[in-house]
């Protein structure tokens, strides 16, 4: 007798700047669940041999290569950063080979279900690809302190960022799911880990 195939629901996790959605999704892992970031898909879609990076190459010349033959990220941003057309070229290019690398790797998941994280998770339309949204958040002022602990930056930089970043009241009206993690890390795994239980007894990722 055959079963039928396994299929994970997908978790999609996002917070803003110093939220702490990496100390999450670390402890997503922890707990055994299969875990993608939209920042190492970014980065796989442009290692050496795969098509996106030879686009790369023949549209800004080889330039933007290091002497390994990987794609050199700064040379890059200054090419896209003054021209908003070769960026727009840039995200069309690789946003669709993104998202496939993303959600063909999270359909692989071996655990109940699979969590997706991404900082722009909802402004990038991706939340209509997941089954439950889950943002991990902080006042906005701890934001800024974490931040500025992390990063080699300054305030008026870690501002200027979340003004960019969609509004915090923008991003919980989209979620079904919230932490608040304004205290140290027990607690934001103490939380995480209520979560875990309570989404392994989903199926779909509704209750």
């Known amino acids: 007798m ?7 629901w997908i978790l999609g996790l996002t917070g803003g700047i110093g939220s702490g959605k990496s100390a999450a999704a670390e402890r997503f892992v922890e707990l055994g669940v299969h875990l993608v970031d939209a920042d190492q898909a970014a980065r796989w879609v442009v290692e050496p041999g795969r098509p996106a990076l030879a686009s ?11 002497d390994d033959g990987q794609l050199d990220r700064s040379a890059l941003r200054q090419k896209i950063f003054a021209d908003p057309q070769q960026r727009r070229w840039l995200e069309a290019l690789l946003h669709p080979l993104i998202g496939q690398e993303i959600f063909s790797y999270l359909a692989k998941a ?9 900082p722009l998770l909802i402004e990038s339309g991706q939340s209509q690809k997941v089954q439950r949204v889950l943002v991990i958040d902080a006042p906005q002022a701890l934001q800024v302190q974490r931040t500025l602990a992390r990063d080699n930056t300054n305030p008026e930089q ?15 009206r989209h979620a079904d799911d919230v932490v608040v993690n304004d205290r140290d890390l027990a ?21």
Do not use: C, K, M, N
């Open 158 to 172: 870690v501002q200027a960022i979340l003004q960019a970043q969609l509004a915090r009241e923008e991003r919980l």
């Open 2 to 8: 055959t079963t039928a195939a396994f299929t994970p």
């Open 56 to 66: 790369i190459v023949e549209r800004f010349g080889a330039g933007v290569l290091l």
């Open 187 to 207: 607690a934001l795994h103490e939380q995480i880990d209520r979560l875990h239980d309570f989404y392994l007894t989903l199926r779909g990722g509704q209750p």
């Open 110 to 118: 071996e655990s109940p279900y699979a969590v997706y994280v991404s």
